[in-house]
């Protein structure tokens, strides 16, 4: 029995990570005010670059970096629109989730020869800190952590926070007051986009060690719902995260027991991460409010 | 020799995108340590001359001098950071803040990444407001606080950045009473500590009691500036209202026949809770315009809101050809016979994106006439009911199938009228009918309006502009504070006594 809560508890932490991360940054990009819906397209893009990234280098942990890095280019992108031009919020974020199936479709073929899915190389892969008979704690998990805990830190003790979280609720105000509502709208644009850029990237040289067509599925919608259910902020994402994590872990571990298999068909918990995101976001809208400004451009009269 | 104002403008020119030409060459100076008023209807300039100055808005021509030495200002950061600083009428304030966050933001101390120093702030702003003798909530969400207190915020976020001159606009216009005397003692202890306010209202009394110069704008030029002391309202009165070239209007005398609309002790609230319309009480008859004159802001907009359904009425009764119709919605208002032709024409009268054929029969679209299989439209019958309209008003319009924004403000609006007056209503409520729209139009509308009451219709006109209301009316009301201050015709009053009386003070002589 112990076994088994150690290896969910476990297995829960690593399926949360992808999740947190985009959350987390999700977090930071509305409490400025911009709405990004492109971190499905990230994720998938970013585990897709990360693993040529390290299995170029020789180095996961440059893998990891490089997926940030594609992630950082994507969310320079979406600012340059939504905050420089004044563009949509939401039109960006379709394409990069439309442009991300294409690239990675044509990706994987084109960078390792294979057809569909790639394997990474378990010697490209981050080495977990700790292996157990129950399964292994990635190192990503506590640096999961550390980022959630500045984050938050940052976002409501700084001055560097109060600005972002002014931009996002009145930038006029902030404005008035000689605060540059576009650079920090963009600052917090690449740092969300960033953060996504790196859960993707664990995806495929961390946790799952692969590069497949649907590696993301739908965990960068899922972070929205989280980071709406966390009311914006941080330290609840992280909460909620580890809830996703669990059902999300949850439909692996069920898959890989035949026991339980045979008694629940996999296939009906694999879709238990969607149903739960549904319930908790159909409960909790209206209940949590959105940074005044989300999603609308701010132009000077 | 002269000392050298604290504040010169000289020349300012403010021409708008659109053409609007809102400060013709406007020249204004205010002396350090004074409380200056800037006094002027709506459309004086005030507010826009003060954007200028606070960085808000740059000027289309003009120098602004600060102590004598010339500044050029990009944004509101600039006229700070040379210690000009203005409270708007609509604050600015991030509301899920509190106080103390909402006032710092912007100088919160060293580094982005280091811990506020929300201790220090709070020693500072405490300081700050023990001078001023006032004191505000600092730890609460400034949403949750009356919009005096928010207001106090807004005056402290100014005065943190040490400013030298404190513009506001319009401060008292949200304030009860008993929080005007108080922002007045606020602004008298900054006086004494040196600082420089200007001061822009439209109301008298205040800008008697509280200002040491006046200068009064009108139609975005100087009229003069007064010491306040050898001044008397009747004077600034004169000043504000004036009187320009009047457009011929045909109004043959007319006995007014059965009241179609009353209006029984009416209250309404406006958008921030405030009562906006207090107790109201008229009626307007047959074959008679009555008008509504007075500065905006006085609880016209609620009250037309409220007569023609589209704001809840708190209290009182409206009767419609003595029949009660208090609280029923628009569609069943526009079938009784009331026609609206509404102050805002490009968010309320016309859906500008929209052809001239669909526009011309909005809220009329439902009518037999215009509906076919399925309650389908009939495109056939709307487009040859605008084509008539643009023929009977004399609307210059590309076509039928152009869309409304392709027109000018004039045509705009008289497709309204067209629009309105073809539902054959018997009280034609018209806010601002001729606001923006050119001499010709206007011209029209107001003749159109007249010929209405001639044909025994009930008008009812709502209008910032005094010498419409005062051209048209065969009775007008003066609104203050959601009140009547009185009821005129106005062959009988002077413009003195209206102005005196658009600022809240009845003449009893």
């Known amino acids: ?301 | 020799m002269e000392e050298v104002p604290i504040i010169d403008m000289k020349g300012i020119v403010k021409i708008y995108p659109d053409g609007t030409k809102a400060l013709k060459g406007v020249d204004f100076s205010v002396k350090q340590g004074e409380i200056h008023g800037l006094l002027g209807e709506n459309g004086a300039g005030k507010t826009t001359l003060m954007k200028i100055l606070s960085g808000m808005l740059p000027p289309t021509e003009g120098k602004i001098y600060v102590k004598g030495r010339e500044v050029q200002f990009k944004s509101p950061a600039d006229a700070l950071a040379n210690g000009i600083g203005m409270v708007h009428q609509h604050f600015t304030l991030v509301e899920v803040f509190d106080a103390l966050h909402n006032i710092i933001l912007g100088m919160e101390g060293h580094g982005h990444f280091s811990k506020i120093d929300v201790d220090n702030a709070r020693k500072k702003l405490q300081k700050l407001m023990d001078e001023l003798n006032f004191q505000v909530p600092l730890d609460v969400p400034v949403e949750n606080l009356p919009v005096g207190v928010q207001q106090r915020i807004e005056i402290l976020k100014v005065l943190y950045r040490n400013v030298d001159v404190l513009i506001l606009d319009e401060p008292t216009a949200v304030l009860t009473p008993i929080e005007v005397k108080e922002l007045f003692d606020v602004l008298r202890t900054l006086k004494e500590q040196g600082k420089t306010i200007i001061f822009i209202s439209h109301k008298l009394r205040e800008v008697m009691e509280i200002t040491d110069r006046v200068t009064v704008l009108r139609k975005g030029e100087v009229i003069g500036t007064v010491n306040t002391s050898e001044a008397t309202p009747q004077l600034l009165a004169r000043m504000m209202v004036g009187r320009d070239v009047v457009l011929r209007i045909q109004k043959p005398p007319k006995e007014p026949g059965e009241p179609i609309l009353r209006v029984e002790n009416l209250w309404v609230k406006g958008d921030r809770g405030e009562d906006a319309v207090k107790g109201l009480s008229f009626e307007v008859r047959a074959g008679e315009i009555f008008g509504i004159a007075g500065v905006e802001g006085n609880g016209q907009t609620e009250l037309i809101e409220a007569i023609t359904g589209l704001r809840k009425i708190e209290k009182g009764k409206i009767i419609l050809n003595g029949k009660d119709i208090t609280g029923r919605p628009p569609k069943e208002l526009y079938n009784l016979g009331v026609a609206h032709i509404p102050e805002d024409r490009t968010h309320m009268g016309l859906i500008l994106d929209m052809t001239v054929a669909e526009n011309a029969v909005l809220g009329l679209h439902w009518r037999e006439e215009f509906t076919g299989i399925l309650n389908s439209i009939r495109w056939s019958n709307v487009k040859e009911h605008a084509k008539k309209l643009i023929e009977k008003f004399d609307i210059v319009a590309p076509g039928v199938d152009a869309p409304v924004k392709s027109l000018s403000g004039g045509n705009q609006q008289k497709l309204i009228v067209a629009r309105e007056v073809s539902k054959n209503p018997e009280l034609i409520v018209a806010s601002q009918p001729t606001r923006g729209v050119d001499v010709a139009s206007t011209e029209y509308i107001r003749n159109y309006l007249v010929k209405l009451r001639n044909e025994n219709k009930a008008v009812l006109l709502v209008s910032a502009d005094l010498d419409e209301v005062l051209q048209l009316s065969d009775r007008m009301a003066i609104m203050y504070e959601g009140q009547f201050v009185g009821i005129v015709k106005p062959e009988e009053v002077t413009e003195e006594q209206i102005g005196l009386m658009m600022g809240g003070i009845k003449d009893e002589s």
């Open chain 1, 1 to 301: 029995m112990i076994d088994m809560v150690v290896s969910i508890l476990l297995g829960s932490l690593t399926a949360m990570v992808p999740i947190v991360l985009t959350s987390t940054g999700a977090v930071v990009s509305e409490r400025a005010g911009v709405v990004n819906i492109g971190y499905e397209g990230i994720l998938l893009m970013a585990a897709l670059f990360g693993a040529m990234f390290a299995e170029t280098s020789g180095n996961a942990w440059i893998g990891l970096l490089g997926g940030a890095f594609i992630g950082m280019l994507l969310g320079m992108l979406h600012g340059a629109i939504t905050v420089y031009l004044k563009g949509d919020h939401i039109i960006p974020g379709i394409g990069v989730n439309i442009l991300a199936l294409g690239v990675v479709a044509f990706g994987i073929p084109a960078i390792w020869g294979t057809a569909g899915q790639h394997q990474v190389p378990t010697n490209f892969r981050i080495q977990p800190l700790i292996n157990t008979q129950y399964g292994s704690l990635s190192p990503m998990i506590p640096i999961t952590f550390a980022i959630v805990f500045i984050t938050h830190w940052v976002l409501f003790n700084t001055p560097l926070g109060l600005r972002i979280r002014a931009v996002g609720e009145n930038p006029e105000a902030a404005d008035a007051l000689g605060v540059n509502v576009e650079r920090y709208r963009f600052l917090a644009t690449v740092y969300g986009a960033t953060l996504a850029g790196l859960g993707g990237a664990y995806l495929s040289v961390d946790w799952l060690g692969v590069v497949t067509k649907e590696i993301s599925s739908g965990r960068g919608f899922i972070a929205l719902a989280n980071m709406v259910f966390s009311g914006w902020n941080p330290v609840r994402a992280l909460i909620g995260g580890f809830i996703f994590g669990f059902f999300d872990n949850l439909s692996v571990w069920v898959r890989t027991n035949p026991a339980i298999s045979q008694i629940i068909p996999w296939q009906f918990v694999a879709i238990l991460p969607y149903i739960v995101t549904i319930i908790i976001v159909a409960g909790i809208i209206g209940k949590v409010r959105p940074p005044k400004w989300d999603g609308r451009p701010y132009k000077r009269e």
